[in-house]
């Protein structure tokens, strides 16, 4: 029998004569070892002795090899060759969680780029908007009769977008996309 223990994680099963003590022992190990990560993350963010600025990256530091703790001893996730599938799996979920933060995060820093603020609209104070709402609600005798050129204002943007194309843009709200309309959408219909 060939000797395999040079090819062994600290996570992956022992071949020996008692099969569930070397099991306890590894789940034991990594058990000490999360509660003793968990533990210095609680006492770092807790204390006044560390430099402030540091605290935030010992943290992602003390998360990590909280997170590499799990991968050895729990999920035993090793370096081995019948390890490849595994090692692949959690790469790719690890390509997805990063893909959907970083688009999340491009998108939102997008919309934010494209938004008008107050100030460089050329207006430094916020006024109150009235709205205009239907007086009754929406019945078979209100709604169903109108021509579909002429919805019902059950909106604050169309009672909004009237007003403007009615009078010119009179109004302004404090954050205003800059996303111009093709004239088949803002021209009033008859």
Known sequence: ????????????????????????????????????????????ANTSSLWAPGVPLGLAVLAIAQMGVHLVFFLHIGSGREQTNNILALAFGLLIVFLVVAGSVWIMTDLDANMMRPESA??????????????????????????????????????????????????????????????????RSR
């Not at 099963?13 to 034991?28: C, I, K, M, N, Q």
């Open 1 to 44: 029998m060939t000797d395999r223990r040079a090819d062994r994680a600290p996570g992956d099963a022992v071949f020996s004569a008692e099969p569930g003590a070397s099991g306890v022992l590894v789940y034991t190990t990594g058990l000490v070892l999360a509660a003793l990560l968990t533990a210095t993350s609680f006492w770092v």
């Open 122 to 187: 050329g207006h430094s104070e916020h006024r109150a908007q009235n709205v205009r709402m239907p007086v009754a609600p929406a019945t078979i005798t209100t709604s169903a009769a109108r021509c579909a050129k002429i919805p019902l204002q059950t909106t604050p943007t169309m009672s909004l977008m009237r007003d403007s194309i009615a009078a010119g843009s009179l109004r302004s709200s404090p954050c205003t996309s800059r996303i111009t309309l093709p004239l088949s959408v803002t021209k």
